[in-house]
Every structure is written in C-alpha cells, then in structure tokens.
C-alpha cells in the first residue's frame, strides 16, 4: 500500500506536465504596460514573432524568441525573476500556451503579462516602435480563395508553402503544401525550389505579406500570397476538400 | 644665383600651395556632393548614374531637391563609397509632417509596418499626377490589391474610361490615412459604418454630381427614412445595416448580374450577417424605399396615400371640432360678460358634498399604465422617427441609447398590448356577462356601451349646430361620441400601430407570412399611424377632456375615479336621469376623494398634461422644419 501511495505521489508530482496547473498570464492593454515603465519598473517585452518578423519591427528593446524557439533561446530570458514580462505578438494576443510562456513559467518568472491586442494595439496607441533589420516590401498581388483551385489548374508546378506553425499544419492545410514555419524561413529558405511558383499562406493572411516580400527579396521571382490566409481558404471552402 | 634659387623656391612653393589649395577644394567639394548634391549632384550622379538619378529625378517632384535633402545620413563619402556605411531609411516626415502624423493610424503601418517608400517606390522619379491622380491612385493599390475586386467589379470601370467622378480607392479609403479596424471588436465595427456611409454619401448626396453621372440622391435619403439609416444617423451604428454591409465593400454591379452582392441569391448572405432564420421572399425588403414611386412599390405608394388620407381627415374632422368647440365657449362667455354674472341653477342635491363614482379602481389603473406606456412608446419612438431633429439625439441618450431606447419601447408596447388584451376581455365580459347571449345586442347599442350608435350620428350633427348657434348643446348619456371615437381610435390603433410593430420586431419570423417589402409597408403604418395618435391625444383628447374652459386645467376624475354630481347632471343630463329612474344614483354616491389621491391625481395628471405638450411642441417642430 505504501509503495503504490508513493508511486501515486511520484507521478502527480513528476510525471505530470510542468505547469500544466499555471495560470495563463493576465492580459495588459499597452498604456497600462506604459505606466509600469513610467514607474521605473523593470519591464522586458518578449516579441513571441518570427525573428524576420520581429527585426522588421518590434517594440523597442524587445527581446526576439518565436513561440516556436523555446528550447534552443531559453536562455536568453533575463535573470532577473521579478522582471515584468510582456509577451506579445502581431494582430492579435499571443495565445496562453506559447511555449515560450510556458518555458517562462517554469523557470519560475512570477510577472508576466500578454499584451492585449499585440504590436498592432500598441501601434494604434501611439507608442514607438523600432526597425532593426526592415525587409523592404516587394508589392505584388495575392490570390483569392476563389481563384486558388483554378491558379493551382493552371500552374501545376506552383509549390504552396504553408508558414503556420506544425500543430497548426496537422491540424488542417491544403493538400500539396508544404509546412514551413515563418520563424524557421530565414534558415530554410534556402530548400525552396528557385523554378518554381510559390504561394505563401499564414493562418489569417495578416504575414505572409512579410514572407512574400522576403522571398522576393532573396531571389524568388514568382511568388504569391493567399489574401486571407487558411482562415478565408477554409471559409470560402466550407465543406469541400482541403 | 641666391636671387635665381631664391626664385625657383618661391615657384616650388608656389606650385605647392596652388595643388595644396586645388587639391582641398577638390576634397571639400567632395565631401560636399553628399552634404550638397544640389550643386555638385554631378558629384553623386558619377556614380549615381542611371537616368533615374540624373533627368528623371530633375523632372520629379522632388527635382529641386537635394540628395542630402533626403540622404541626410551620408556625410563621410569615403565610407559611402566603400560601402563602410549604408544610408539608413529616409525620414520623409522631416519635411512631410502632416502625412507622416496621418500614416502613424493607416492601416498600412498599423498592420503591416509600410513606410513610405513601400508605395512609393518610384520615389526618385515621382511626379505630380494632376488629373490623372485618381488613375495613379489605383494603379499603385492594385499592384497588390487583388484588381478583380476593384477594376472587375466597381466604380473603377467609369475611372478607367475617363470618369474623373468615379471614385478611387483613396476617395473611399482615404490617402495616407486609412483607418484600421477590427474586424472583432464591435466598436471598430461600428466605427468603419460611420466611416464608410459617410465617404458614400459624399458623392451619392451631392445633387451636382449626381446630376452630372445620371444617378438618384434619393437613394441616400430613402436609405436615411429606413431603420438601418435613422438608427446610424442617430449614431448608434453597432447593430444595423450600412452601406457597405449589404453592397459588400467592391461589389456595385447591377442586381441582375449574378456577382452582384444586390442580386438575389448574394443578398442572403449579407442579410443572413445579422438576420438569423428567415424565408427566402425577406430579401425583398426594400433598403432604398420610395413611397411616392406608385410603379416600383405600388403596395406602398397606396399604403402611404391612405395613412395620408387617414391623418388628413383625422386631424381635419377633430382640429375642426376642437377650434369650433372653443370658439363656441368662448363666445358663450363673452355673451355671459355681457349680461352680467348669471348665477346657473344648482339641483338640490348637488349642493351636498357627495360625488358619483365613475371609474373603478381597475379602469383607474389602466389608464396610469396607458399614460406611462404611451408616453414611453412616443419617447423612445419619436427621437427615431425625426432622427435629424437636434432634440432627437438628446432624448435618445437619456435613455441610454437607441438599444436601451427600443428595448424599453418593447416593453412599453407588451403593456399597452397587455391592457388592449385585457379591455378586449372586458368587453366581451361586457356584452356576455355569465356567457349570456340574449341581450347582447341591446347592451352592445346600449348607453352603457361604448360602440357608436345612432344617437352619436345625431349627436355629432347636434353638437356641429350648437356650434354655430343653430340648436342646443346635445344632451350625452354616459359615453359622448368623442370618447367613444377615443375608445373605439384604441382598436384600430393598435391593430395597425401594433400589427405592424410586431413586423418590425420580429420581421425574420414574418417574412414566413409575408414578402420582405411588407416591412416597408410596416413602417409607413407605424410611423404614421404613431403620429396620428400621439397627436390626436396630445391635442384633440387634452382639449375634450381637459382643456375645456370649464375642465381646465385638468379633469381628474380618471385618476380619481369620480366626480360632483353637478357635473354629472350638467356634461351627462340623460345619465343621470336614467340613473334616477333607475333608482342606482344613490348606490353610486361617494366620499370625496382622499387628500392623496387628489395630490396624484393633480401632479401625475399635470405632469402628463404638460409633457404631452412639450412633446406636441417638439414633434411639430420636427415635422415642419426637419
């Protein structure tokens, strides 16, 4: 009996997720963050983003880890555990179970924060932001959910590169792509096939502008973008095959 | 020899001086071409020397610039030219502050951290566009917006043949400033409505060119007298219908073409964006009615020509009778000013301070709660039916808005149905008391009754002669003709006000009864037909009732429930004889009413009086100015 209550104990207290029992940070609007700075307290902004993302453009001083980065740029997380952390993103909150939260919690930081409304509610409050390393825009058109099967008939050799994260990609995609994470493009790029078309898809078309523009910066002539991303893929194709 | 070496030192020296010199302008000169370039550009443009640097940039509308203008951070030029420094992004806000400010809150910026040269990336040969600006303006746009959105299926097709009226991406979206919103957030929502109805009717309502492009302004201001219009000009936008919700941002093709957001199939989908569960005929409801059009909505033109009819004679009849009624009175009295005071013969009786009973308790409250919910109803309705009125917005806000407004209104109208119910059951308990059948018609025309009789038509007659000083004043039984018209107003009223409110209310669960131009019809009944009764009881029942010179200021036997027996005897003479014949006269004499019940009957009932001719003040004023 006492071995089992033991074994019971070692499970409950090791086997089971760390953190899984944490809070989700609270939500902050960006003045609030502002008074924290006002008052001379310790406040470090975790831009949760791809890194081409967050060089393009980020809110000053902000650190660069990708939700996605967790394991390998933990440690680039401040010493200090009573630092305020405030995790953000782009158009819209970073969602609870980012890893890199996640990470933050178990390293036992007790102040965290996810910024309401991410970069763009911070921008449309008028606060400064900093380009580190800017990707100029390529401008060029995007594909409409409409059109997408009708491009695809017509460039069978188009090669469509989905730049949501893996989960995300598991979860649904359309059939063909190929998953590759927008944090991880500036390393990958590289894969991609020069001859070919490339459609770039985000999850709500608000990113892959940035990818787009990337590509065509390093070399990739064709490439296009689906306005809406999978979210107006999947809503214009309500019901049909993926 | 010392003068021959001296002088060939001095032109050593000389010679010296003069590379020294030449060579440190030449530096000078340099250096300057990246501080200066506007007389050295030759300098930059040696290298720089494409011909979008030298004449296309002349010709640009930056030309008279300099390249440090711009460049501001290129002043070391060796370390330009070996690369050592690369020239940070241009600040272009240094000289173009105004656009720079309105850019921080654009869309562009916001979501997708453009900068100028983003858009601009002909920058070093960019020209004034002049007229050809708007064509320019979507040339630049829809190199990533998807063209088949704006060029396919809007106003572009007119700009691209030549229209200069035609509008732009940027006459609707704005330059430099399009605003951004989220889609999740009501108020951003709400926000881009406002916005956008606004761009629309900057052209739509302009008389001049509409008149120069064959359009109607009527669609803007047929817009304006439905719910959708009066609930966003009373600027409360969250929950109704603008422009670009139903027309679907681009899409302006003709109904009949089937990409048409305004054909029928397409109209579900934007109607089903807040409508939930109605029948397919919904989609006929008219979102640009016109009821003076007797071809397009035929049902509406005749509807509205009745509602007219209906208020003219209303008014004519009762306005007529009123005016002749006071003048009667009043010359009456002059002709009593005349004679001298003559004292008027009070029955014995009357002379105790015993009064009849009128009213039940149960009739007394009704009438509060009609009072209460009448004037809720006209509160909360009127500030929308004259939504450009300057009281409009004010009375709408005091009660926290058109969504608190209507639901209140809601309220107000299940009481009033609630109270015509009940009056209804009262009737039918009236002419069958005990389900007795025999007799019914007797107590139907009876003088109990409150159904008009033949004695009313004589009675009307009767009272049009005393009037003009051709007969005596009628003699009234317990119910006169014109309360009997009030009593019998109720019925009709909320059969058409309440029929028709309870369309508007529930218009998805009535398409499945009626097409969806029924709606248009419903509106028209119920705003006429409110002003019909807000007015005939702010007007012609105060007057009947209360403002009758020897009524006036007020009759509280409503509130009281009863009254002198004088007054019997003098305003109801065939009452109280049959009420003596009948021997019921005693069984009905009362107490004076209690000190209480006279203040509430004095306060509430002058109150209403007042606020009743307030209202009357103000919706005139709407109705004749506005």
Known sequence: ?242 | MRIRSGGIGCGLCFVAFVCLTLGLIWAVGTVQAAGDPSGTSRNCQSCHNDALYKSDFQASAHGRNTCASCHTDITGLRRHMTGETKPRPVNCGSCHRDIASRFRKDVHYIKQNFQCQDCHQDIHGIRKSGAGFKVAVVENCSQCHSREDYILLGHSGALLKGNADAAACTDCHGLHNTPYYDSSLERDKAAARENYNRRCRSCHADVKMAKRNRFSTKTVASYDETYHGKILNLGFSQRVAGCADCHLGHNILPKNDLRSAMHRNNMKVACKECHKGFHDRFVSFEAHPNPLDPKRSPLLYWTNVFMIALLGGTFAFFWLHTILWWRRTYCDKCCEGKAGFIEKTILPECREEKQIQRFPIRDRIMHVLLILSFFTLVMTGFPIKYYDSPWAKILINLWGGAYRAGLFHRIAALVLCGLFLYTLWLSLHFLFPKKQFRGSLQRLFGPDSLFPNFKDFKDIIGMFKWFFGKGDMPKFDRWTYWEKFDFFAVFWGMTAIGGSGFMLWFPEVFSYLFPGWMINVATVVHSEEAFLAAIFIFTVHFFNNHFVPNKFPLEPNIFTGRYRLEALWHERPLEYERLMAEGRLDAMKREGPGLWTQLFASVFGLASLMLGLLLTGLIFWAALFY
């Open chain 1, 1 to 242: 009996m006492r071995c089992i209550c033991a074994a019971i104990f070692f499970i409950m207290v090791f086997i089971s997720p760390v953190g899984a029992d944490q809070k989700p940070p609270p939500r902050i609007e960006p003045r609030a963050v502002v008074r924290m700075m006002d008052n001379h307290e310790n406040v470090v902004f975790i831009n949760v983003l791809s890194s081409l993302e967050c060089m393009d453009i980020r809110i000053s001083g902000s650190l660069c880890i990708a939700c996605g980065e967790a394991g390998e740029k933990a440690r680039v997380l401040p010493r200090d555990r009573n630092a305020k952390l405030v995790f953000y993103g782009g158009n819209t909150t970073v969602e609870a179970d980012c890893e890199i939260i996640r990470e933050a919690q178990r390293q036992g930081f007790a102040n965290l924060y996810i910024l309401k409304g991410g970069l763009t509610a911070w921008k449309r409050s008028g606060y400064e932001v900093e380009s580190v390393n800017r990707i100029p825009r390529v401008l060029g058109s995007a594909l409409k959910p409409a059109n997408l099967k009708r491009w695809l008939n017509l460039v069978p050799a188009a090669l469509i590169i989905d730049l949501r994260s893996p989960s995300a990609y598991r979860s649904n995609h359309i059939t063909g792509a190929l998953n590759m994470p927008l944090f991880l493009l500036h390393r990958t790029y590289q894969d991609l096939p020069w001859d070919r078309p490339l459609l770039v898809i985000d999850a709500d078309g608000s990113r892959s502008f940035l990818a787009a523009s990337y590509l065509r910066r390093k070399g990739f002539e064709n490439v296009r973008r689906l306005e809406g991303g999978m979210a107006a893929w999947q809503d214009w194709n309500k019901g049909g095959a993926p």
